[in-house]
């Protein structure tokens, strides 16, 4: 690996306000699912279902937005080393208002497909787009895309 440029890492009042949201939609759905049981069986399993998905997505998030983004020569990773859009294969950066991207993100568009992969919060990658941010800060987010941009466009120069 090599050295990093930028380390995006999550806005700890972000951080707190997406777990304690999702913490108290599942406890919500929890709560009226017990308290107030709807008459048909099947809408109460709903509501269970969708109560512990809350509060499995809370505690995945809050585990996933531990873990910084890095950009270096290669493009963008996770601290721990997992790849997210090597620079090879990263065909343009969209900061553009109007886009498919998370809150204060930017969206990644690939050359080749690279699986799906979602770190709730920071990133998630489907088919060929990568959206980075969540609970990241606007600041650095926008820092990240900017020299992100400017890498794609001197690898293009380069290459011709």
Do not use: N, Y
């Given at each position: 690996m090599s050295e990093p440029l930028h380390i995006l890492r999550p806005s700890a009042p972000r951080r707190v306000l997406g777990l304690v949201v999702q913490v108290l939609l599942g406890l919500l759905l929890l709560y009226i699912a017990m308290a107030f049981p709807p008459a048909e069986l099947i809408w109460r399993?709903?509501?269970?279902?969708?109560g512990i998905a809350a509060l499995v997505l809370a505690q995945s998030g809050w585990r996933g937005s531990s873990i910084?983004?890095?950009?270096?020569?290669?493009?963008?990773?996770?601290e721990d080393g997992r790849?997210?859009?090597p620079l090879d294969n990263i065909a343009s950066v969209d900061r553009a208002l109007f886009s498919?991207?998370?809150?204060n993100g930017f969206l990644v568009r690939l050359r080749e497909p690279t699986g799906r992969a979602w770190v709730p919060g920071m990133?998630?990658?489907i088919?060929?787009?990568?959206?980075?941010?969540?609970?990241?800060?606007?600041?650095?987010?926008?820092?990240?895309?900017?020299?992100?941009?400017f890498m794609v466009a001197e690898r293009?120069?380069?290459a011709g």
């Open positions: 399993v709903v509501l269970l279902g969708l910084g983004i890095v950009l270096d020569e290669d493009g963008l990773r996770q790849p997210i859009a498919f991207k998370p809150s990133w998630w990658r088919g060929r787009r990568v959206g980075i941010g969540g609970v990241t800060g606007g600041a650095e987010t926008k820092i990240v895309a900017d020299a992100l941009s293009d120069a380069r």
